[in-house]
């Protein structure tokens, strides 16, 4: 047989990857005391906290080597390759348990290992994750399964996005807005911000000059991060007495049939359901995904709705006089793990008005305003940092019928997405780019309709690992997002021709003529 699009060779990613966390930054230290200084925000790349300048500019700058690929220019790219590289190593750590528990080498923990004694604390914290990871219910649990369940349990942790939270404010120092911020710019400003805090320019911050400095004179040695993400992402203005809610998310949790990110690429949807009120609101949304929002309710309230995520973005429920969306970046920082007065502060200078309400969440799924947002006043964010719960639904599905042999797969599609797939309309869509149906939907829920028209069947017996499936007549596309723990087995006949777009981490295995002919 033949390999084709082999991307998942490699289940355990090593720890060493060089992905560094927030503390990993060498501190150049002086034998002296150092003076104390001033309490400084905890996003603040240019902060003063050296004694000496060449100390200070040296830390600057080494939060830029360690991010960028060639050691002088920061990018996005760069970014989301630093957060592909701290996924990879908190899978390796959580895959630690794995091992531990799997005390007869077999790569398979069986039932009496699964119901062994802890043994330790990773073991403890895996034993957790793994509960969940037995995708084909056959009672045990492969290292190819708690490799892809893992990969959803990294993604559904802050922490990754909250370490990149430092590279995104770097990056916002840019500047002449190029989307680029060099070392040279960048120890520019570094040399600024210290001159701010040495007055007497001698290269050494004495106790005085520290006692001096302000938090807001220190502050105004840098560029103001807020102000250049809303040069970029230009927030219409907050009109009278328009009240800000404000929405921070990864993904949906909910799969839709139509995309705003073209057909390779998975369009997600969360609702949101506006409450009876007589204060007009102006809500601004982003997420990492692309997603469509459906507003719903007393949609009359809404007087300016702000849309953004990476790959594309809409809005269902709203006059298109009302809405501003950006479809090729994220515009609100991901503050699942902030503080209620970050997040505030944050927010403020981003809108030059304290929001109303936030809600700051990894998965939206369904939520309510202004029952869901964690208000002004609230000192706790526990009530909006919960995944929201979602009905499951195959409306967007183009048959509703599940057979026996599906069934398996819609285990899979509810794992993946608790809300299921969607049926929007795409001429009711407000968005960024083309809205238009799926020829063949993403990810799991794909693969359901794939098998219900009879493009595939499952594949029998399944292939060690992950899902496996036979390709019985042609179909147009893969189906998107098809990555990681989202990745399958795909066997076609050599005289078929392969779909469209792209398998992202499936195997494609064409049989040779021989074997295809094989009744």
């Known amino acids: 047989m033949v390999l084709r699009n082999v991307a998942y060779a490699s289940v355990i990613m090593l720890a060493g990857t060089g992905a560094l966390d927030a503390q990993s930054v060498t501190q150049i230290t002086s034998p002296n005391p150092r003076p104390n200084f001033p309490a400084r925000p905890q996003a603040d790349p240019l902060r003063v906290h050296q004694q000496y300048r060449e100390a200070h500019v040296s830390v600057i ?68 994750i793994v509960s969940t990871a037995d995708t084909d219910g056959d009672g045990t649990v492969s290292l190819i399964e708690a490799s892809n369940h893992t990969a959803t349990q990294v993604d559904a942790r802050g922490t990754t996005q909250s370490i990149a939270a430092i590279y995104e404010q770097l990056l916002a120092l840019d500047p002449n807005k190029d989307g680029k911020l060099t070392a040279a710019e960048l120890e520019t400003l570094a040399l600024e911000s210290f001159a701010k805090v040495d007055t007497d320019g001698d290269g ?118 009302k809405v501003t969306l950006v479809g090729d970046r994220e515009c609100l920082t991901r503050l699942e793990n902030a503080s209620p007065e970050m997040e505030q502060r944050q927010l403020s200078q981003l809108f030059n008005r304290l929001p109303e309400g936030i809600s700051s969440i990894y998965t939206s799924g369904n939520l309510s305003l202004p029952s869901d947002f964690m208000q002004r006043n609230s000192k706790s964010a526990a009530a909006v940092m919960a995944r929201r ?92 997002g098809l990555a990681g723990a989202h990745s399958v087995s795909f066997e076609f006949p050599s005289n078929m021709k392969l779909p469209e777009g792209s398998p992202g981490h499936s195997s494609v295995i064409v049989q040779p003529a021989s074997e295809s002919a094989k009744p």
């Open 61 to 128: 700058l080494q939060q830029l080597r360690q991010a960028a690929a060639d050691r002088k220019t920061l990018t996005r790219a760069d970014i989301d390759r630093k957060i592909a590289q701290m996924r990879g190593a908190r899978k390796a750590g959580l895959l630690n348990g794995f091992f531990a528990m799997d005390l007869n080498g077999d790569n398979v923990l069986d039932k009496e290992e699964l119901a062994a004694p802890q043994m330790d604390e990773t073991n403890s914290v895996f034993r957790n």
């Open 204 to 321: 050494v911050i004495s106790k005085e000059e520290s006692a001096a400095a302000t938090p807001a004179a220190v502050m105004a040695a840098r560029p103001n991060p807020a102000a250049s993400m809303g040069a970029r992402c230009a927030f219409p203005k907050i009109e009278g007495d328009q009240r800000l809610y404000v929405v921070t998310a990864y993904e949906g949790g909910t799969l839709s049939n139509t995309t705003v990110a073209g057909q390779d690429e998975g369009t997600e949807t969360s609702t949101i359901e506006i409450a009876e009120g007589t204060d007009p609101v102006y809500l601004a949304v982003s997420s990492y995904t692309p997603m469509i929002w459906r507003i719903t309710g007393h949609t009359e309230r809404i007087a300016r709705f702000f849309g953004a995520a990476r790959k594309g973005v809409g809005v269902v429920g709203l006059p298109k006089e």
């Open 389 to 480: 719960s979602v009905n499951f639904t195959l409306d967007g599905l183009p048959q509703k019928t599940i057979d026996k042999e599906i069934e398996p797969t819609v285990k899979s599609l509810r794992h993946f997405s608790p809300g299921g797939v969607a049926d929007i309309d795409p001429a009711e869509v407000v968005s960024s780019g083309k809205a238009e149906r799926y020829q063949v939907l993403p990810q799991e829920a794909g693969l359901v309709q794939l098998l219900q028209n009879g493009s595939l069947k499952a594949a029998d017996p399944r292939p060690p690992g992950h899902p496996g499936y036979v390709a019985l007549k042609e179909f147009p596309r893969f189906p998107a």
